[in-house]
């Protein structure tokens, strides 16, 4: 399993995290669309979390190149998260569910998780 995050700090903390948990994971502190492309072969699954800002256009265009099977996406903006997914439904990928997640209450703000699968 590979995790990639492009903060410093934040893969510290994976590293930390991750070790004490007993889980291996490789860390690589890079930016996700450099990462993405360098990748020849599709990874079967991919987790992403990205900042309120949504994948963007080159993460998106990485992931349409590379077609991994599953996509989770973890959104933490509704429009950024409907760009995305506009582009991502565009490129082959069908929604196969959404959840949305209320992790701090009594404020506007809301985590939404999104499975998708390839279409063949």
């Known amino acids: 399993m590979t995790a990639v995050e492009s903060s410093g700090n934040a893969a510290g903390d994976l590293e930390f995290n991750a070790a004490r948990a007993g889980l291996a ?3 690589r502190q890079q930016a996700v669309e450099t990462y993405l492309a360098a990748l ?3 990874p079967d699954f991919v987790l ?17 190149r ?6 989770v996406v973890v959104a933490c903006d509704p429009a950024t998260l409907a760009r995305d997914l506009g582009a991502l439904t565009g490129g082959g990928y069908a929604i196969e569910r959404m959840t949305l997640i209320d992790l701090f209450p009594r404020t506007f703000h809301i985590e939404t998780v999104v499975g998708m699968r390839r279409m063949v």
Do not use: Q, S, Y
């Open 40 to 42: 020849e072969k599709p």
């Open 25 to 27: 994971i490789a860390v």
């Open 66 to 71: 590379l077609r991994p099977a599953r996509l």
């Open 48 to 64: 992403a979390d990205p900042p309120r800002t949504g994948l963007g256009k080159p993460v998106v265009r990485e992931l349409l």
